[in-house]
């Protein structure tokens, strides 16, 4: 029997992951559902059950903190799915899931901490044969993979550039607190370089991309965050001259006004009352009204032969949670089915084969579209 522990399984993304996947499996496949709180554990595995028509889900309470509870109930799991931001948990859990034998993939923010706590482990995922996907999702998750979806239809790929926007209420979002802190540490790690004409140089705050997204998002000024992604990327195709992700503001109050000062509490060493004002800024300032809408475009230009290709790729859809519960589901899929991951840490957008990725996407809720178009006259 094959087993998939999802961790935080009552949180937003948790509950949201369960309940999409639980179709999917068969009957050598069970569903270990882990939380803190046993009353909303029971009722989304009765719920999972019920559609089922079978024992598919059982359920486990446990706080992450608490390892030796954490050994005894993943004992025997075959893939960890994080949903919940662990913060100073990742590396011991990473370090037991390791221990136990099992996989692991993350839909956690992309963090530097994150990162340096997996990376530490990532000669014993190789010794031991394990596979850890790090930074699934959607921002994390896709930007690389869109780039690698881009790459297979030319000879040569040399510019990927990704932008995305949310027009989202976060005012009906139950953020939890560890979810802000995880966005506060993403927050300053904010860095203005970019990759373009071949080499990492640092863009002007006054030269940001503007960008056309579709309605409702419309027009917007996009700034560059950086993904651990992208980097892996541009070193695995030595043809990008420029690639990039770039993401929309919340608004210029929140952009100019308010997270600089948050990042400022932060530096100060106020991390409590900064998170207090990132929670408020978010509830008060930075939800829009319907409709609502997220998007995510790859603009990506390459060669073919003599002629010079441009193409785009673009996924929208009008729940955050959905749009990074899908990708990750994906991903899923290519790992239960094979051929095997190999072992070692990876990025989700850098590992996934993008064919098959992009194509278990366009039947589900998301809204998918492409076009490759020649530039040659």
């Known amino acids: 029997m094959m087993r998939i522990a999802i961790l935080g399984a009552v949180g937003n993304a948790g509950r949201l992951l369960a309940q999409q996947l639980a179709p999917e499996l068969d009957d050598r496949t069970e569903l270990l559902l882990v939380g803190?709180?046993?009353?909303?554990?029971?009722?989304?595995?009765?719920?999972?059950?019920?559609?089922?028509?079978?024992?598919?889900?059982?359920?486990?309470?446990?706080?992450?903190s608490d390892l030796p509870r954490m050994r005894t109930v993943l004992a025997g799991t075959q893939l960890v799915v994080v949903t919940a931001a662990l913060g100073k948990h990742t590396a011991p859990l990473a370090a037991l899931v390791l221990e136990i034998g099992a996989d692991w993939l993350d839909i956690m923010l992309s963090t530097p901490a994150k990162w340096q706590a997996l990376m530490a482990l990532s000669p014993a995922m190789k010794q031991q044969g394990r596979c850890f996907i790090t930074d699934g999702g959607f921002h994390p998750g896709l930007p690389a993979a869109m780039a690698r979806w881009a790459a297979n239809r030319v000879d040569a790929l040399t510019q990927a550039d990704i932008y995305a926007a949310?027009?989202?209420?976060?005012?009906?979002?139950?953020?939890?607190?560890?979810?802000?802190?995880?966005?506060?540490?993403?927050?300053?790690?904010?860095?203005?370089?970019?990759?373009?004409?071949?080499?990492?140089?640092?863009?002007?705050?006054?030269?940001?991309?503007?960008?056309?997204?579709?309605?409702?998002?419309?027009?917007?000024?996009?700034?560059?965050?950086?993904?651990?992604?992208?980097q892996a990327l541009i070193a695995a195709i030595p043809t990008l001259q420029r690639a990039n992700f770039y993401i929309a503001g919340f608004s210029p109050v929140c952009d100019w006004l308010l997270l600089p000062a948050i990042m400022m509490l932060t530096r100060c060493g106020a991390r409590t009352l900064a998170l207090r004002s990132l929670r408020h800024m978010l509830t008060h300032c930075?939800?829009?009204?319907?409709?609502?809408?997220?998007?995510?475009?790859?603009?990506?230009?390459?060669?073919?032969?003599?002629?010079?290709?441009?193409?785009?790729?673009?996924?929208?859809?009008?729940?955050?949670?959905?749009?990074?519960?899908?990708?990750?589901?994906?991903?899923?899929?290519?790992?239960?089915?094979?051929?095997?991951?190999?072992?070692?840490?990876?990025?989700?957008?850098?590992?996934?084969?993008?064919?098959?990725?992009?194509?278990?996407?366009?039947?589900?809720?998301?809204?998918?579209?492409?076009?490759?178009?020649?530039?040659?006259?």
């Not at 990492?200 to 991309?209: E, G, V």
């Not at 990708?327 to 072992?343: N, T």
């Open 166 to 230: 949310l027009r989202i209420n976060w005012q009906a979002s139950t953020l939890s607190d560890s979810t802000l802190a995880e966005a506060l540490d993403e927050f300053s790690a904010f860095d203005m370089h970019i990759w373009a004409q071949g080499r990492r140089r640092r863009l002007n705050l006054f030269a940001l991309p503007t960008f056309t997204f579709a309605a409702p998002i419309g027009q917007q000024t996009c700034t560059p965050m950086p993904l651990g992604e992208m």
């Open 36 to 64: 803190r709180r046993e009353a909303p554990l029971d009722v989304l595995c009765e719920q999972i059950n019920h559609h089922a028509g079978r024992t598919l889900a059982h359920t486990a309470c446990a706080d992450f």
């Open 286 to 377: 930075a939800s829009s009204p319907p409709p609502h809408q997220l998007e995510i475009t790859l603009m990506a230009e390459g060669r073919v032969a003599r002629d010079n290709v441009s193409m785009t790729l673009s996924l929208c859809g009008s729940d955050p949670y959905l749009m990074t519960v899908l990708p990750a589901i994906a991903c899923i899929r290519q790992w239960l089915s094979g051929p095997p991951f190999p072992p070692g840490l990876h990025h989700q957008g850098m590992l996934v084969e993008p064919e098959r990725f992009f194509s278990d996407l366009r039947p589900t809720a998301l809204t998918l579209s492409s076009c490759v178009t020649s530039l040659t006259e």
